[in-house]
């Protein structure tokens, strides 16, 4: 059974950094394709960034420069490093796994997910 758990989320000024982090049972990181969805209040699930089985990373384009995806195949966890954070990108972040090797950043290709964990970015 697949397990992901988000955490790292929490409430920061506009400007600053988080570090989300989602610890993978019954899935090793380095698989097929992980990566980090968004939805803020009102809106659809959003891709952020994936990272493929080659270590090739993906994102959208809108964050390209201030987020940063990595994984860490000892402990099974993937980051989502977060800087230069504005209050649109407010939303609840998560975790997602998929079986597919071609990590299209679209919910529908993703066969797993965590619970989320919040991000609030004040300004």
Same mark, same amino acid.
């Given at each position: 059974q697949v397990q992901l758990v988000e955490s790292g989320g929490g409430s920061v000024q506009a400007g600053g950094s988080l570090r989300l982090a989602c610890v993978a049972s019954g899935y090793t990181v380095?698989?097929?394709?992980? *990566?980090? #969805?968004?939805?803020?209040?009102?809106?659809e699930r959003e891709g952020v960034a994936g990272i493929q089985r080659s270590g090739v990373t993906?994102?959208?384009?809108?964050?390209? *420069?201030? #987020?940063?995806?990595?994984?860490d195949t000892f402990q099974n966890t993937l980051y989502l490093q977060m800087n230069s954070l504005?209050?649109?990108d407010t939303a609840m972040y998560y975790c997602a796994a998929s079986e597919n090797w071609a990590c299209v950043l679209?919910?529908?290709h993703f066969d797993y997910w965590g619970q989320g964990t919040q991000v609030a970015v004040s300004s």
């Open positions: 380095n698989r097929a394709c992980m *990566g980090w #969805f968004r939805r803020a209040p009102g809106k993906t994102f959208a384009d809108s964050l390209k *420069g201030r #987020f940063t995806i990595s994984r504005k209050p649109e679209q919910p529908a």
